[in-house]
């Protein structure tokens, strides 16, 4: 399969512990977005990378939230000290590139906080 | 700021009946719109998008949409609904100098045998 793969599928924490959430993108696509859904809402963006570069992580809730793509391809996402409200399913989604480029997105992390 | 609404959380057609799942969004710029299809434990896959090209876009599935400035609307459709419709649909906007997508809060549909 050569679609958007997550990992892992769920993950369970306890408040304050870190967690790190990966993303393995489509081969060659330059562009990847994070998102965070929570139970009964749509995803809402966190932060968005081309290629190595991450141009906008103006949604990240707070600093404890940091997003990595070092070599322009696979991509973790780091939460730190977590919290019961940073429970939600994480997106990921890649593109060809910015635009109007169709994200494929991938199956999500279903991150539960207890 | 961009914002997108759904009307109808739950909506329940039974199969062989239209379907019109509402999205309005908020702009002084007619942004870029799509619609998506999310199955349980899958991703989100595009069903259609209008890039201001047509103001009826044709997608996957018998879906279609149409763009009204007027009524800042981009409302789905479909003439009739089969039991693999069920699934979330979420409405989502972009504006043509951005790269965020605002997603609507999802329309969950039902079909009923």
């Known amino acids: 399969g050569a679609g958007v793969s997550q990992s892992p599928r769920y993950k369970v924490a306890k408040r304050g512990q870190d967690v790190a959430l990966r993303c393995d993108p489509i081969s060659g696509h330059v562009s990847l977005f994070w998102y965070q859904q929570a139970l009964g809402q749509g995803p809402e963006f966190l932060t968005y990378f081309q290629n190595e570069a991450q141009l906008d992580k103006s949604g990240l809730p707070s600093d404890r939230f940091f997003a990595e793509r070092p070599e322009g391809s696979v991509s973790t996402l780091k939460i730190q000290r977590t919290q019961q409200e940073d429970s939600a399913v994480y997106l990921c989604a890649s593109s060809l590139a910015g635009g109007l480029n169709e994200q494929f997105f991938g199956p999500g992390t279903r991150l539960t906080v207890l | 700021a961009q914002s997108v609404t759904q009307l109808g959380s739950h909506v329940s057609v039974s199969e062989g009946a239209l379907v019109l799942l509402r999205c309005n969004y908020s702009?002084?710029?007619?942004?870029?719109l799509f619609w998506y299809v999310q199955y349980p434990n899958q991703g989100l896959q595009l069903l259609l998008k209008?890039?201001?090209?047509?103001?009826l876009v044709k997608g996957i599935n018998g879906f279609e949409a149409e763009f009204k400035k007027s009524e800042t609307s981009f409302h789905l459709t479909k003439p009739s609904a089969h039991m693999s419709d069920a699934a979330e649909y979420f409405c989502?906007?972009?504006?043509?100098?951005?790269?965020?997508?605002?997603f609507g809060t999802g329309t969950s549909l039902t079909v009923i045998p």
């Open positions: 989502a906007a972009r504006t043509s100098t951005g790269n965020q997508f605002y």
């Open positions: 209008y890039t201001s090209a047509a103001t």
């Open positions: 702009s002084s710029v007619p942004p870029y």
